[in-house]
């Protein structure tokens, strides 16, 4: 007997047994029957159509309560442009909607939600399942469609310059809206609350979030989003070293979060107006040089009778908190940070080397309130910090500093309401030995007042509009501009690289087509090393760029020259240098210690891996070396930062070969470029 389609779903899921859903497939303008429930799954091979879904629904094989069941997309498309899809209901899937390598869409009025869902799961990230799951999407709008109670809302990977705008992607169990490698995307007025995954009485809530930005999402811009009530609100997360920056936040609400209310280990974000309160902590920055904050809220955080996980030692919780990573160079305006169990504001250096490492430096902190916090502001390990203009009212415990160097509190001057614009010209990238000129004179103020100036590169400290420097040796240097009215300020700064001349490199300035590679774990045959010459060189004209072709997940070693018969006498050489930069979008980034190096000859191999806690492309000497050129050096006879092992009877005298060698954790390719490889 033949069924309706909607009967035969509902006996089929009353027996137990999941209904295989059947392919419709879309090739011209669609209109499904008015509020039909059809077993069904769309897949879209045209490019131009409109389907409308007319309020019908797909239903696919999920039964909640059963991870497992829930298999297939609901509506599935690659390489499909123009399309629009509106007014549909999708669930029972593992995603409602997947969408590879497209441009020009108009998703709107859509309901993806009660498809993969696991509230229950562990630790990790968890399959790329759930509502709607996006790749290499670019130029799209989705609009007034909803996800709820699904494992990821709106999953974005490599997705650029799409509007997202008043949906309800709130309560999933993993995260409410997911970016990696996606950038130049608007998120406008939608509900994204409700990112979390937690048992009774757990502390971390397994890294759910309501927002999860990552892996190179640059030039994003949020405002005006519910992102309350998450494990954590907003969360940029580096665990592979490939930062996010360039984003800004408007006016978003991020309270109410389990853990930090917003939580970020990028440079060079912006947050304007949002709230961060009844959280753990509203901000936590470890890591977040450069970082912009203005006219943010940040209260009521780390109460006892709510939200305090995490306690830290010192100053418990806090409203804006900077630790666990470097942050130079930021500006904190016009936030009030209230009612906080701890501090409003906090900065702290390395605790482990009490700030030998590193320093919070370059601060701005003016015309901030801080009211009924333990403390105002509790600093330790700080350097070059200028505080101006702020309220300070009920702080149980007034402002705490210690071990903070060049603290200078300016005071009111009458007459000054608005500060200066602090403008640096001059360059990026300069030679040993040759002058270098930083200029300010073109800052202004609103009022023609006159500026005092104060600069620092690196240690050598200036007052004069313009100053000249000659760097000696090569490396990463800070540079850093504050410019005062007489009583408020802004800052500049240049990430500052100083290269030296490398008269003879070792296959990075042209020599792609030299360079060979060796592949573990290829069962195929077919994984390779692609080289290239990139014209974005730190080091002469080019530099050397590589990935895998296919990558099985093990150790890929770059092996210069490929023929391994370079004759190099290094007898009187003393150390390796090169320049090296990464791109890892694996979301836990490399495995173990790298690059591990190599020299090799005809009696065996000389192995130089990294160690003493030293980690190029884990745990970089300084918080800039993951998004810049980082210069290496590995001496021969070895280090405390290399440790040298020898295998057979090999002589500097003749080296055939060299050998980078890299491992990482998942198997999507990564980048690596090598520049000014030298033996010295």
């Not at 999941?18 to 069904?40: C, F, G, H, Y």
């Not at 599935?76 to 497209?102: H, I, P, Q, S, Y």
């Not at 530099?543 to 092996?559: E, K, N, Q, S, W």
């Amino acid at each position: 007997m033949n069924l309706p389609p909607i009967l035969s779903v509902f006996l089929t899921m009353l027996a137990g047994a999941a209904a295989p859903a059947q392919e419709i497939v879309i090739t011209r303008d669609t209109v499904l029957t008015k509020d039909a429930v059809l077993n069904s799954r769309l897949v879209i091979r045209a490019d131009y159509v409109t389907i409308d879904g007319n309020g019908a629904t797909l239903v696919g094989p999920g039964m909640a309560g059963k991870p497992d069941s829930f298999q297939g997309f609901g509506v599935a498309a690659e390489g499909c442009k123009g399309v629009t899809l509106r007014n549909l209901k999708v669930k029972g899937f593992a995603a409602g909607l997947a969408v590879t390598d497209a441009e020009h869409w108009l998703v709107e009025q859509c309901d993806f939600s009660d498809n993969y869902h696991v509230p229950e799961a562990g630790w990790g990230n968890g399959p790329r399942q759930g509502g709607m799951i996006l790749t290499r999407m670019r130029n799209s709008i989705l609009r007034d469609n909803r996800a709820n109670r699904v494992w990821n809302g709106l999953d974005l990977d490599n997705c650029s310059a799409n509007l997202i705008a008043k949906n309800d992607l709130s309560r999933c169990s993993n995260v409410c809206l997911k970016m990696a490698t996606s950038s130049a995307n608007k998120v406008l007025d939608n509900n994204l609350s409700y990112g979390i995954r937690i048992a009774p009485g757990e502390v971390h809530a397994r890294d759910s979030t309501c927002v999860l930005i990552e892996s190179g999402s640059d030039d994003n811009y949020f405002r005006g989003n519910d992102i309350t009530h998450g494990g954590d609100g907003l969360f940029i997360r580096v665990l592979n070293n490939w930062v996010s920056t360039r984003n800004v936040f408007v006016q978003n609400d991020c309270s109410y979060a389990h853990n930090n209310c917003v939580e970020s280990w990028s440079p060079g974000n912006t947050f304007i107006g949002n709230k961060a309160n009844h959280g753990s902590y509203g901000f936590w920055l470890g890591g977040s040089d450069q970082t912009v904050l203005v006219g943010n809220e940040a209260a009521y955080n780390g109460l006892p009778d709510g939200s305090h996980n995490a306690p830290e030692a010192g100053f418990s919780h806090g409203g804006i908190v900077f630790v666990g990573g470097s942050s130079s160079h930021s500006k904190l305006i016009g936030n009030h940070c209230h009612h906080n169990n701890g501090a409003g504001i906090v900065f702290r250096g390395d605790v482990e080397t009490k700030g030998k490492r590193w320093r919070t430096f370059h601060w701005i902190v003016q015309g901030n309130r801080l009211e009924d916090n333990q403390w105002g502001i509790y600093g330790l390990y700080g350097d070059w910090i200028y505080l101006a203009d702020n309220t300070f009212r009920a702080n149980a415990k007034g402002n705490h500093f210690d071990a903070v160097t060049n603290l200078i509190e300016a005071k009111p001057q009458s007459g000054v309401q608005a500060a200066p614009r602090a403008i640096l010209d001059g360059p990026r990238v300069a030679k040993t030995g040759e002058q270098v000129v930083f200029d300010a004179s073109r800052s202004a103020d609103p009022l023609g007042r006159p500026l005092g100036f104060r600069w620092d590169l690196d240690g050598a400290v200036s007052s004069e509009a313009a100053v000249k420097h000659v760097f000696a040796e090569p490396g990463f240097y800070r540079v850093g501009l504050t410019v005062a009215n007489g009583g408020l300020a802004d800052l500049a700064f240049r990430d500052f690289l100083v290269a030296a001349d490398v008269k003879n490199e070792l296959g990075t300035e042209g020599g792609a087509a030299q360079w060979g590679s060796v592949i573990e774990g290829d069962a195929t045959g077919k994984a390779k090393l692609v080289f290239h010459d990139d014209p974005e060189a730190i080091v002469g004209r080019l530099a050397l760029r590589f990935r895998p072709d296919i990558y099985p997940g093990m150790d890929v070693t770059a092996v210069y020259p490929a023929g391994r018969n370079a004759g190099w006498d290094f007898s009187a050489r003393k150390q390796l240098s090169f320049w090296m930069k990464c791109q890892n979008p694996n979301p836990t980034g490399f495995q173990d210690a790298g690059p591990v190096v190599w020299l090799e000859g005809p009696g065996g191999r000389i192995t130089y891996t990294p160690s003493g806690g030293r980690n190029p492309v884990r745990d970089t000497a300084r918080s800039e070396d993951r998004w810049m050129w980082q210069r290496v050096v590995i001496p021969l006879s070895g280090d405390q930062y290399w440790k040298r092992e020898v295998t057979g009877t090999p002589k500097l005298d003749r080296i055939d070969a060299v050998g980078f060698a890299f491992d990482s954790w998942e198997a999507a390719p990564f980048t690596v470029w090598l520049d000014g490889l030298s033996c010295e």
